[in-house]
C-alpha cells in the first residue's frame, strides 16, 4: 500500500473476511474499474471512524466523490445490510451459536440531528430534538435490523415499523425482550402479525444501579456505536444514511472480531 497506514485500514485477515461479500463485476462492459475496492472501504470505515465530511478525506484515499459514489450505490442495492446479515451468521457460527438466533432484543435511541435538514422530531422523554435509531440484535449484541425515524415517534409505533419489516425473515425467532415502554397492545400485534413472544423486562423500583437482564444487550450495541464520531449525533439528511452508517459500523466491528479469532 503506497500511502501512510490509518488504524481504520483493513489488514489482510480482515481483507480476506469481506473481500467475498463485496458486489462482482459480471459482465465485461464498460470501463475496467480503476479504483480498489479495499481503498473504497478503508475510506469510507475511516469517516464513520473519524466523523469527517465526505469532501475532508484524506487526499491519500480514491476522490470522496468516487467512495461517496461506492457508498451510496451499495446503500440503494443493499449491499450494506446483506454483508451485515452475512458476517452475523459466520460470527454467531464462531461464537457456538447456530447462524440464525431464536431469541433478540429490541430498544431505540434518540439522537439530536443538524442543520442538514430531512426528518426529525422531538422526543419529549429525552428531551431530544432529532431521530430514534430502532435497532434489534440478537443476544451478542449483533445487528438484526436497524431503521432510523424522527424522534416523537413513539417506541411502540417505531418498533411496529421495525419488526414488521422481519417478518418471516428470521426463521427460528421465537421470543423478543423489550423495555416497560414498548408494554401494551404491541405484544398482541408482535404475536398476531409475527408468531413471535414480546416479553417486557422491567427495571427495579430500588433506587440503586442493577444491571437489567437481557436489555444490557442492546444497550451495549448502542455503545459500540457511539465509538463512531460519525454516528455521534445524525448528521445524515436521510434516515437510509443513517442506517447505512449503522450497518457499516457493525460490519467493521465483526470483520475485526473474526479475523482476531482467526
Known amino acids: 500500500m503506497s500511502r501512510r497506514h490509518y488504524r481504520t485500514d483493513l489488514t489482510d485477515p480482515q481483507w480476506r473476511r469481506i473481500e467475498p461479500l463485496l458486489p462482482q463485476k459480471t459482465t465485461r462492459r464498460g ?3 480503476e479504483v480498489s475496492l479495499r481503498e473504497i472501504l478503508n475510506a469510507i470505515f475511516y469517516l464513520v471512524r473519524a466523523g469527517c465530511q465526505w469532501r475532508n478525506l484524506p487526499h491519500d484515499f480514491p476522490p470522496w466523490q468516487t467512495v461517496y459514489g461506492y ?3 451499495w446503500r440503494a442495492q443493499g449491499v450494506w ?3 451485515n446479515q452475512q458476517l452475523r451468521r459466520v460470527a454467531r ?3 457456538k451459536r447456530d447462524a440464525e438466533p431464536s431469541a433478540a432484543v429490541v430498544d431505540s435511541q434518540s439522537v439530536k440531528t443538524t442543520e442538514m435538514g430531512g426528518p426529525r422530531g ?8 432529532g431521530r430514534k ?5 440478537d443476544t451478542l449484541g449483533l445487528l438484526l435490523a436497524v431503521l432510523v425515524h424522527p424522534a416523537d415517534v413513539q417506541d411502540r409505533d417505531g418498533a411496529k415499523l421495525l419488526l414488521a419489516q422481519m417478518a418471516g425473515r428470521l426463521p427460528r425467532l421465537q421470543l423478543i425482550w423489550a423495555d416497560g415502554g414498548y408494554a401494551g397492545q404491541l405484544e398482541e400485534w408482535v404475536h398476531e402479525q409475527c408468531q413471535w413472544v414480546l416479553s417486557i423486562v422491567k427495571r427495579s423500583e430500588l433506587h440503586t444501579f442493577r444491571v437489567v437482564p ?3 444487550v442492546v444497550e451495549r450495541t448502542f455503545g459500540w456505536l457511539n465509538w463512531e464520531r460519525r454516528l455521534s449525533k445524525d448528521y445524515e439528511r436521510l434516515p437510509a444514511t443513517s442506517e447505512a452508517f ?3 459500523s457493525m460490519i467493521r466491528l465483526m470483520t475485526r472480531r473474526l479475523a482476531a479469532a482467526a
Open 31 to 33: 470501463r475496467p474499474r
Open 93 to 95: 457460527r464462531a461464537a
Open 214 to 216: 437481557h436489555r444490557w
Open 133 to 137: 435509531r430502532h435497532l434489534l440484535v
Open 81 to 83: 445490510e446483506q454483508q
Open 71 to 73: 457508498f451510496r450505490r
Open 122 to 129: 422531538y422526543d419529549a422523554g429525552k428531551k431530544v430534538s
Open 246 to 248: 449503522i450497518q457499516v
